[in-house]
RNA sequence: GCGCUCGUAGCUCAGCUGGAUAGAGCGCCGGACUUCGAAUCCGUAGGUCGAAGGUUCGAAUCCUUCCGAGCGCGCCA
């Protein structure tokens, strides 16, 4: 609704102008925001404008105003800006807001596109890490936000459950496992096999000789050697399990799962499609390679010399093999920003081979996540697990309700933790933009103060504690006029934009746009509550207006919560 | 060396794709609870937007150069 009065304002303004001077082209308008809720709704900058006219923007701002002669209008300098009525506005949202409910704010810019999100894709000798959890973080958000636009989203997990850093583990098992299981050890199964993983590290340090065993079992698993595939079998059992349960324990989840231990073998017939082609060529040794150099990259191997094939060939692969399963209208592959490259010979690799998808491909690229007291190196065993890091936000957010005294109001005490750990976690990870590298400080992210996940839902538990005090029903229409403070009205516009705001993160895939939009919102909400009493306002209509006011705003917390992995607790 | 990404308050981050006096949170200092959840709210101080040029009515945002940081540059994944 906002952005058709938006549309209307501008054409209305436009053809004024033309108006006024019939023989100039007149520059097209951009549409703006003012900075402050004081300065209007919407705003007009006239530079461009006034250049062409031969006058100083603020006298055309001022005469505009006179010409047009609407009260809604306002002028601010070199802008003419329009301050809306928002009774109308509030009457017609409320309208809307629970007509749609949890659907509200969604958009309808993606609908019939099918999108492939490709994210979290963990090796199966270790469990997960933080770096995990902002990949996790952002694939689950990033595909809430293309189905809240419309899109048919389908999330895939590429297992990498293959290769010589899988062996390492399963040979230090077989060497020091002396038979011990999960279940024997009680150790969760990732972490079990993980400490195998970091067994052989420390003793190919004492013995190199392992190295070469490690490559050795890598062929008998390749030969199909009975005891290999069943020790592999077994681990991989072990490490999956434990990493099912991790993505339980933080709400992750997809719609399918490849193995690498499958797809490892895809590719290779496209490769050789491509040297008959004539797109790749081959060296005097046998290898196959794809000249880069036109588009500013390197050569690049696609099939070793003996013929096996590599991580390239296997993704090139496993895109063609995805499209033909689900023909996607786009795939996003979230990964970290190392792999920038690969992704770069990837796409354009797919594109000589004549796949016009290629364009349709996207590398979501993400930056590298510390911890304050420096950087995260595996090989000084400076890892911060992902299963402790839950857990330890967990036990943080436990102690901070139990020192507020507050165990009472929050029902089940090791839920509430769990909920707010995860909500702490998700708005912590991503209110920073994901292409940029990041400190997280779980201190800080767990704070009920704050720029946090708990600050947010501390405000919607509240708001409908508030509203369950309200005896009557929640008004689905009432006067909006009477809502004349400058927060009411910066809260019914914020409402009125949760759509665009949703249609911004979708387009620039960035659940950060959510994240900044939460927080203005809340802290919004937060002042207003405050300061002005809802439940005991000063007349009926007023309490009317207030609690319908309340009752928007915490059906857009909810919505946008559910796009950015933050749980909602609701009031006890 | 080459390529990609980034540089905004003491710290952690925004800045709506070129517009109004560059904003938050934390921390510091100072205020506000007999009242709807104080897990809150309000205020003060804190900036040469890494540097220098350029483009234009206008630049944190676009271009160039330089400085600094991270990540890549395997017939590993």
Redesign the pocket.
């Known amino acids: 609704m906002l952005r058709a009065i938006r549309a209307s304002w501008k054409t209305r303004i436009e053809e004024e102008l033309k108006r006024m001077n019939g023989d100039v082209v007149i520059p097209p308008l951009?549409v703006?925001?003012?900075?402050k809720i004081e300065?209007g709704d919407i705003?007009f900058?006239l530079?461009?404008q006034a250049?062409v006219l031969g006058m100083s923007p603020p006298a055309l701002a001022n005469e505009l105003k006179n010409r047009l002669g609407d009260h809604e209008l306002l002028v601010?300098?070199?802008?003419l800006?329009v301050r809306i009525d928002v009774g109308e506005l509030a009457l017609h949202l409320a309208k809307k807001v629970s007509e749609d409910g949890d659907h509200y704010g969604h958009t309808r810019v993606l609908d019939g596109k099918r999108v492939m999100v490709e994210f979290s894709c963990p090796n199966t000798n270790k469990p997960l890490h933080l770096g995990h959890l902002r990949n996790d973080s952002i694939g689950e958000s990033v595909s809430a936000i293309l189905k809240a636009n419309g899109a048919e989203v389908r999330k895939v997990n590429l297992i990498?459950n293959r290769?010589?850093h899988i062996c390492k583990s399963m040979l230090a098992y077989r060497k020091f496992g002396n038979g011990e299981t999960p279940e024997s050890t009680g150790i969760k199964g990732d972490h079990f096999v993980g400490d195998y993983y970091v067994r052989y590290n420390q003793e190919v340090e004492k013995d190199p000789s392992l190295e070469a065993q490690a490559q050795a079992m890598l062929k008998a698993w390749e030969d199909g050697d009975q005891e290999t595939i069943e020790l592999w079998t077994k681990m991989n059992e072990w490490t999956l399990q434990g990493l099912a349960e991790s993505y339980e324990s933080m709400n992750i989840s997809f719609d399918h799962y490849y193995y690498?231990s499958e797809t490892y073998r895809y590719g290779k017939d496209e490769v050789l499609k491509g040297v008959e082609k004539g797109v790749f060529y081959r060296?005097a040794?046998n290898?196959v390679w794809v000249d880069l150099e036109s588009i500013?990259l390197?050569k690049k191997?696609l099939l070793?010399?003996?013929g096996t094939s590599?991580?390239m060939t296997q993704d090139l692969g496993t895109a063609i093999k995805r499209n033909e399963d689900w023909p996607f209208d786009s795939m996003i592959y979230v990964v970290a920003?190392?792999?920038?490259?690969?992704f770069k010979v990837l796409f354009y690799t797919l594109s000589l081979l004549g796949y016009e998808w290629a364009e349709d491909l996207h590398h979501l690229s993400y930056?590298?996540v510390n911890l304050?007291d420096g950087?995260m190196k595996s090989r000084e065993g400076k890892v911060v697990d992902g299963d402790d890091l839950v857990e330890e936000l967990q036990t943080l957010a436990r102690e901070?309700?139990i020192a507020?005294e507050?165990e009472d109001?929050?029902g089940d005490l090791a839920e509430t933790s769990r909920a707010?750990a995860l909500g702490a976690l998700n708005y912590y990870l991503l209110?920073?933009?994901p292409?940029?590298?990041?400190?997280f400080?779980p201190a800080?992210s767990i704070?009920?103060?704050?720029?946090?996940g708990?600050?947010l839902q501390?405000m919607g538990?509240?708001i409908s504690?508030?509203l369950k005090?309200y005896d009557k029903e929640i008004p689905t229409s009432f006067d909006g006029s009477v809502l004349s403070l400058e927060d009411e009205r910066s809260l019914i516009r914020q409402i009125a934009i949760f759509g665009e705001v949703v249609e911004?993160a979708g387009?620039?895939y960035d659940p950060?746009?959510i994240t900044?939009y939460l927080?203005e919102l809340s802290?919004t909400f937060?002042?207003w509550?405050?300061?002005?009493?809802?439940?005991?306002a000063a007349t009926p209509a007023l309490i009317e207006a207030r609690v319908g006011l309340s009752a928007m705003v915490l059906q857009v917390l909810k919505n946008a919560f559910a796009l950015v992995g933050i749980p909602f607790l609701a009031?006890?």
Request: charged residues 25%.
């Open positions: 951009t703006q925001t003012p900075p300065l705003a900058p530079f461009a250049k601010a300098g070199p802008y800006n990498n290769g010589v690498e060296e040794d290898s500013g390197d191997v070793r010399s003996d590599l991580y920003s190392e792999q920038q490259y690969h930056g590298m304050p950087k901070e309700i507020k507050r109001q929050v707010i209110q920073v933009s292409t940029k590298d990041m400190i400080n800080e704070s009920f103060n704050g720029n946090t708990p600050y501390y538990a509240r504690s508030m005090r911004r387009e620039g950060s746009q900044a927080y802290k937060s002042r509550y405050h300061d002005n009493p809802v439940l005991k009031a006890m």
